[in-house]
């Protein structure tokens, strides 16, 4: 349970660093659009993996 708690924390982490990159590139600023372009592609990648890890320990709780 505790994977996927840690797994949680780091997706809020993700999802805050993005925040301000979001910001700059509606005001403009392009590189920022990179930026949070690509921090949007591993927050699908991390939620995704979040995912999985929820659904192998629902398994595991499961079968025990």
Do not use: C, F, P, Y
């Amino acid at each position: 349970m505790s994977d996927v708690l840690t797994q949680w924390n780091e997706v809020k982490v993700l999802i805050e660093s993005l925040e301000l990159d979001m910001h700059k590139n509606v005001g403009g600023n392009s590189s920022a659009g990179v930026r949070a372009r690509r921090g949007l592609r591993l927050l699908k990648k991390q939620a995704a993996d979040l995912v999985r890890t929820m659904i192998a320990n629902e398994k595991t709780n499961k079968d025990d």
